[in-house]
């Protein structure tokens, strides 16, 4: 992979402003020298050197420029994070001298050799501070944690790009001046120090591995490491999602044959495909997002820096494509089981759908940590923000989610005739087709989706103090879809009364 593509793909989303303009530099370069003077043009040696010394002049005037940013910049983020450090230092340290607080015995032996925390701890002994939890100290230094990582990949990119730029002037040009430059400008440059960054990484583990770890080191960097952006699939992984792959290809051709040769019953099929339809959204979503994640990383997007996801903890693409196969194996043998029913002794079919819903709802609520339960939280927390859309500030991922609930719009009016079908029809009634008959509620799923993105756009309008009228245009666009469930429903409830009209007269 190219440099720009890797400076593009590593960086941070937020600070995107804040680095060096290597795309721009590197245009830079490549418009001075295919707009040099040449002797074939009739310019003679004093106008092309005259040329070259001003590009040269005004090259590294802008790198410089982009050189006193970056620099600004960094060294406002190294002070801020060495109050912050501070601040939890004081904090931890209080907490773990505070009774009734739960730090391991060997954290507040440990104390004793570090003198330089002990007389920190005691001189904010005596505050009335409110001391945080040792949970809230574990994920506050986590978090921090993450900033510094961050803050170090911003030293290494840019100390990279301001290299590369130089090494690429130096090559087109035909000159030493870049390597000049960077050793008079980029080398003595604060961001291009990496001690005083990896002190506050280091001063940060071992106060994690000494107060809230128990001293055991591998799991104290198990809580804080990143895992570094594009590092490779582990083999593992791709084994069980190839798996899982193959195993659901042959479930799913055995089920096309098997409903072919069997189908369900002539009064069962509208229930059968109601029921069925819902869940097999859960299994093409996550086909889908396995070959965006897939084309994600493939194109340089740096997805988890964009939807805000914990670095820790995203998931990779054979992750999302053995979801995918799970979901898909239970769906499909859900099917054998509703059209083989009566081979295995089972007298209702409908059982099957109803054991498929709650194992997926089940493996996707279950609170224990297993199975992905960060991302599970993380999707169960957006669609939260989505559904109460009005209540937060909206972020990408909250209108992107908006924008997948509108497209599988008919999926969600299904999950509604599931509920209602085992709530109200199931083992009432004998006959269950009028049991999928469009009622109020129907309309009012559909419109669902649409409110969540009109909401959304309001509170984009509002938070935006009212400047950009786009939000209302947009929120105007999604509003249609209001008039067109109701105008749809309302010519659906004609035709039913006017056929019926016909047939009684």
């Avoid at 070959?291 to 999302?320: C, K, M």
């Amino acid at each position: 992979m190219k440099f720009g593509k890797t400076f593009e793909t590593h960086l941070t989303i937020e600070w995107r402003q804040q680095y060096m303009r290597y795309t721009d530099l590197k245009t830079m370069i490549r418009r001075g020298v295919d707009g040099a003077p040449t002797g074939e043009g009739g310019a003679t040696d004093a106008d092309i050197n005259a040329y070259y010394i001003a590009f040269e002049e005004q090259f590294f005037t802008e790198c410089m420029h982009e050189l006193t940013r970056v620099n600004n910049f960094f060294l406002e983020k190294l002070a801020e994070a060495r109050r912050k450090h501070a601040t939890l230092k004081l904090q931890l340290l209080a907490s773990a001298r505070a009774p009734g607080h739960t730090f391991s015995s060997y954290s507040l032996q440990s104390s004793q050799r570090l003198p330089s925390m002990v007389s920190l701890r005691d001189n904010t002994s005596g505050s009335n501070r409110k001391l945080m939890t040792q949970r809230q100290l574990r994920n506050a230094y986590s978090e921090f944690y993450l900033t510094l990582v961050l803050l170090q990949n911003f030293q290494s990119l840019n100390e990279t790009g301001f290299r590369k730029i130089c090494k690429k002037y130096d090559k087109y040009l035909r000159s030493t001046s870049g390597n000049d430059w960077l050793e008079q400008n980029v080398n003595p440059a604060a961001f291009t120090d990496q001690r005083p960054l990896e002190k506050l990484i280091i001063d940060v583990e071992e106060l994690y591995t000494y107060y809230l770890a128990g001293g055991d080191r591998s799991r104290a960097m198990t809580k804080l490491r990143v895992p570094p952006l594009g590092q490779p699939t582990p083999p593992r992984m791709v084994f069980r999602a190839g798996l899982a792959l193959g195993m659901f290809i042959m479930l799913a051709c055995t089920t096309i044959f098997s409903y072919i040769r069997r189908p369900p019953e002539e009064k069962n099929i509208e229930a059968f495909i109601r029921l069925y339809r819902g869940p097999f959204t859960w299994v093409i979503f996550n086909f889908f997002m396995a070959a965006n994640v897939a084309g994600w990383q493939r194109a340089g997007v740096n997805h988890v820096l964009i939807f805000e996801i914990d670095p820790r903890s995203h998931l990779q693409p054979a992750t999302f494509l053995e979801i995918a196969c799970t979901f898909g194996l239970l769906w499909t043998l859900s099917i054998l089981g509703f059209l083989f029913h009566d081979l295995i002794n089972v007298q209702d079919p409908f059982v099957f759908p109803l054991a498929l819903t709650l194992i997926m709802i089940t493996l996707l609520i279950n609170p224990l940590p297993i199975m992905n339960w960060p991302a599970r939280w993380w999707t169960m927390r957006l669609v939260g923000r989505v559904v109460t859309a009005p209540l937060h500030y909206v972020r990408f991922a909250d209108f992107w989610m908006g924008d997948q609930m509108n497209s599988l719009v008919t999926c969600m009016a299904d999950h509604y005739y599931i509920v209602r079908f085992y709530a109200i029809c199931w083992l009432r009634y004998a006959n269950v087709i009028f049991c999928f008959d469009e009622d109020m509620f129907v309309p009012i799923s559909r419109c669902l989706p649409a409110w969540f993105r009109f909401a959304q756009c309001l509170r984009r309008f509002r938070d935006s103090g009212s400047k950009s009228v786009s939000y209302l245009l947009n929120a105007g666009k999604y509003s249609t879809t209001f008039f067109v469930v109701f105008f749809s429903t309302m010519r659906g409830r004609t035709d039913v009364f006017c056929r019926w009209l016909c047939e009684y007269v």
